[in-house]
């Protein structure tokens, strides 16, 4: 079965510009989550997507936004980019319905973002 | 913020058994300890998990106490490959009002030296 793949894995983008990130889950898994991990704050929570809708959000500003597609599919945005959102970005799948005995999450390779 | 405290870094020689602790003392009583591993600039891996009893996988063991304030997961014999940062994380297993995020602290730096 294939892993959590993560598109593009490296992107250079400068102060101001706007960046979407993509996710594409394990087949089957229904919820997908990001993070985004820096030196100085280590690996936080942005918002998970679990049946095309918006299940839970971290503590992040409205810069920070996503969505989920009926194949599970997602996307990140981050619009007018400071320098501090360069960050190493993952993804993470889980079968997530609610009826699973635990919560294994799969986390993909990441995107690391540097804004210039 | 993580409700789970490690020491920042340890050492251990390969072949040794790497013993790694985590104090979770407010850990609720549905709630699961989970350890995660992350290696250097790639997304984190799952280890295993527990609620009470002892757990052992093919990567490792999670030895829990009695009390559920405080777990250890061991590593029975360390390679150069298990240097990485551990994670131990705490939460319900399945998806609450909260979803399924996982609250990462700083974790411990597990260095496996030849």
């Known amino acids: 079965k294939a892993g959590v793949t993560q598109t593009p894995r490296y992107l250079i983008k400068t102060r101001g510009q706007q960046v979407t990130l993509s996710c594409s889950p394990i087949s089957g898994h229904r919820s997908v989550s990001w993070y985004q991990q820096t030196p100085g704050q280590g690996l936080q929570f942005l918002f998970e997507y679990f049946s095309e809708t918006q299940r839970n959000k971290g503590n992040f500003p409205g810069r920070f936004s996503g969505r989920q597609f009926s194949n599970s599919r997602s996307e990140m945005n981050v619009s007018t980019l400071e320098l501090g959102d360069s960050a190493l970005y993952l993804c993470?799948?889980?079968?997530?319905?609610?009826?699973?005995?635990?919560?294994?999450?799969?986390f993909g390779p990441g995107t690391r973002l540097t804004v210039l | 913020d993580a409700k789970t405290t490690q020491p920042p870094s340890m050492d251990c020689a390969e072949g040794r058994a790497a013993n790694l602790p985590c104090n979770h003392s407010t850990i609720s009583g549905n709630e699961y300890v989970y350890w995660y591993r992350q290696i250097h600039s790639q997304g984190p891996q799952y280890i295993i998990h527990g609620l009470k009893n002892n757990e052992t996988n093919e990567m490792a063991s999670l030895i829990i106490t009695e009390d559920r304030k405080s777990s250890t997961l061991i590593l029975p014999h360390a390679t150069l490959r298990d240097t990485a940062v551990y994670y131990c994380i705490v939460r319900a297993p399945w998806a609450n009002q909260a979803g399924t995020a996982l609250i990462f602290g700083k974790g411990t730096t597990l260095s496996v030296s030849s």
């Open positions: 993470a799948s889980s079968l997530a319905g609610g009826e699973s005995s635990y919560n294994e999450q799969f």
